[in-house]
């Protein structure tokens, strides 16, 4: 009898998993309630790989919808609040499924379809800006998510570049990451996209290797380029540096 329900359970998993998402596509108020209701469900699961795999199949959708929507954007909000959310009292819980589906993400975002390597990226990059520092995840896994995001910085859609580059932009000024900086430095001047490039120089940490591509930008045939590097030089940079 434990075991017909525990297999009940898990062929319920995926719909009770789709039936929060959805509510929580409808509108920001819910998160925090239909947070708690998530996190509850993966603590309730069998295993962390059964609710892993139900939550990802649950998603495929997404990774097929190229539209900037409203309520897909609120839904990746979500689900980036949710892969770093971390309870105390269950930490490794939390740690394990953070890692197991970003590395889920790294495979999408490889993959041959534009849509489902732009959604990885988007969610990768939404998780790294959220992430709480102390996450236990192991420095070599990082590595990896840094090598996937540092090849689709050269993705061929503009909207990939993107967000791969707001994914890396948090790991710009450690000084054990300068090829982070020096790839930055290498493409901005190529990069044909005026919201890549933007995207590009807001993430330039201020330093003497970075001035002169940042004045560069003043003089961008995008406006919004152009706004963009006054305000950081205005922020990042102290006036008597601009002598």
Not at 110 to 115: D, E, G, L, Q
Not at 184 to 207: A, G, Y
Request: hydrophobic share 45%.
């Amino acid at each position: 009898m434990a075991d017909e329900t525990l297999a009940s359970q898990d062929l319920l998993l995926p719909q009770k998993i789709a039936k929060i998402l959805d509510e929580a596509r409808s509108s920001n108020a819910t998160h925090n309630r239909k947070l708690k209701e998530l996190c509850a469900l993966r603590l309730k699961s069998k295993s962390p790989l059964d609710f892993l795999t139900a939550f990802s199949k649950t998603l495929t959708p997404l990774f097929n919808f190229h539209r900037r929507i409203s309520s897909v954007e609120r839904l990746i909000r979500f689900i980036s609040l949710f892969s770093t959310s971390r309870d105390p009292n269950f930490a490794s819980h939390a740690d394990d499924f953070l890692e197991e589906f970003l590395k889920f993400l790294l495979v999408a975002s490889c993959a041959a379809n534009k849509s489902a390597r732009f959604r990885a990226c988007q969610i990768v990059s939404e998780i790294i800006m959220r992430l709480p520092d102390d996450a236990e995840v192991s420095s070599e896994f990082w590595d990896k998510v840094i090598d996937h995001m540092k090849v689709r910085v050269q993705d061929k859609v503009p909207l990939v570049r993107m967000f791969a580059v707001r994914a890396l932009s948090r790991f710009a000024n450690d000084s054990e990451n300068g090829d982070i900086l020096n790839l930055f430095l290498e493409v901005i001047p190529m990069e044909q996209n005026p919201e890549v490039r933007k995207t590009i120089l807001l993430s330039l940490p201020p330093s003497n290797a970075t001035l002169q591509v940042i004045i560069d930008c003043t003089l961008d045939v995008s406006e919004s380029v152009r706004k963009a590097a006054y305000c950081v030089l205005a922020n990042k940079f102290p006036l008597q540096s601009l002598r």
